[in-house]
């Protein structure tokens, strides 16, 4: 475990807080149990999911690592810190979706459950004051939030990771429905940051159908610790 101290608070958002270090290379991503949804107009705090999403999105880089996904994963601290390598995110938020569910059902009227196969890859601005839109390609390049080269880039890593965490997730008996993904530039190369978690995917039980993500936040569905720490067990009980 590095000696690597916390320094001054670089950013605070509503899942997380990002901590400089005394390396300018690395920060330090503290996970917080705050939830927020419908961009931020729904807020509570969901008892230790700081720690259930720290230690998934963890587990989930190194086995992206191991699969040849660069990510910005240095090391885990503890049980609410995360070294990440330092990066400059992309203002794209990256949407993997292998079945219909959430704005794709509510904007395109798509039915909630409907297989989308080929999964269908989204782009959205990730800006709050304007509910993060969705957004293509050339938006994308005109707004100067990447080039055409690295939107292809991450549409293509996005592809990747797709195939590789939908594997996975089935060994864990969970269909991995939709999820998000934050790339960010570092020294030259783009890296997959931010986290992945219960908070950024649409995770369902293939017997029950059971959601165990932040859907149960979303819409009050009830046991949403549960639903975590049930993520949490899987991910842990297949890493030992
Ligand atoms: N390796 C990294 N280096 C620098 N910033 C990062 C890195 N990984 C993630 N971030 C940024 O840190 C912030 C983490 O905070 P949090 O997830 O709470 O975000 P947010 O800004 O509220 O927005 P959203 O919830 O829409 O992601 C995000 O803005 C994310 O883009
Ligand atoms: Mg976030």
């Given at each position: ?43 509570d ?18 086995l ?40 794709l ?36 390049v ?27 997730f ?36 293939v ?34």
């Open positions: 475990m590095s000696a690597i101290q916390k320094g001054d608070l670089l950013y605070e958002g509503k899942a997380k807080k990002v901590f400089l270090t005394s390396d300018p290379d690395l920060v330090i991503q503290e996970f917080k149990d705050s939830a927020t949804a419908f961009d931020g107009t729904k807020k705090t969901i008892a230790s999911k700081g720690i259930v999403n720290n230690s998934i999105s963890c587990a989930m880089f190194k992206l690592e191991s699969k040849g996904i660069k990510t910005h994963l240095v090391e885990k601290l503890d049980d609410r810190n995360m070294l990440v390598k330092r990066l400059d995110i992309m203002m794209v938020e990256v949407i993997a979706r292998n079945i219909a569910a959430g704005s059902v509510r904007r395109l009227g798509f039915t909630e459950g409907q297989i989308l196969d080929p999964p269908i890859v989204e782009f959205f601005l990730k800006d709050d004051a304007l509910h993060d839109p969705l957004i293509n390609d050339q938006h994308a005109h707004l100067k939030l990447a080039s055409m080269d690295e939107l292809n880039h991450i549409r293509t890593k996005a592809r990747e990771i797709n195939e590789i965490m939908k594997e996975y089935l060994t864990l008996n969970l269909k991995l429905v939709d999820f998000k993904l934050e790339f960010g530039r570092h020294k030259g190369e783009i890296l997959l940051g931010d986290e992945i978690s219960p908070d950024t995917c649409r995770l369902w039980d017997e029950t159908g059971k959601k165990l993500d932040k859907d149960r936040f979303r819409f009050d569905l009830g046991d949403v610790e549960g639903a975590y720490q049930e993520v949490l067990k899987r991910v842990v009980g297949k890493e030992g």
